[in-house]
């Protein structure tokens, strides 16, 4: 299984953005899909999850504003993420729990900056 985000860029506080995760491969391997991301100098952080059922998850910090979609056929997942802070500010990643044994697979970053 191989990932690709698609969609970061430059925002300003307030604004909307949309990322995108594309996969290929083995993707009927794929259980659970997921966004996460890292701000400069902390640890990477779970943002959202949608499980193949529909069960969502979101990090408190995100609960209101983002919202994940997965299409099930192609498994793929979409973060729309709305009233950006600059405290959304860092790189994104995508990643799928693949198989019987959960393994994960990561996405490449795509970079997400809130400014004004």
């Known amino acids: 299984v191989q990932l690709q985000a698609s969609g970061g860029g430059l925002a300003q506080p307030g604004d909307s953005l949309r990322l995108s995760c594309a996969s290929s491969g083995s993707i009927f391997d794929i259980n659970a899909m997921s966004w996460h991301r890292q701000a400069p100098g902390k640890q990477r952080e779970e943002v959202a999850l949608?499980?193949?059922?529909?069960?969502?998850r979101y990090a408190a910090s995100v609960l209101g504003r983002f919202y994940v979609s997965r299409n099930n056929e192609k498994n793929s997942i979409d973060l729309q993420m709305t009233s950006l802070k600059p405290e959304d500010t860092g790189v994104y990643y995508c990643?799928?729990?693949?198989?019987?044994?959960?393994?994960?697979?990561w996405g490449q970053g795509t970079q997400v900056t809130v400014s004004s």
């Open positions: 949608v499980a193949p059922n529909g069960f969502k």
């Open positions: 990643s799928a729990e693949v198989g019987a044994s959960g393994s994960v697979v």
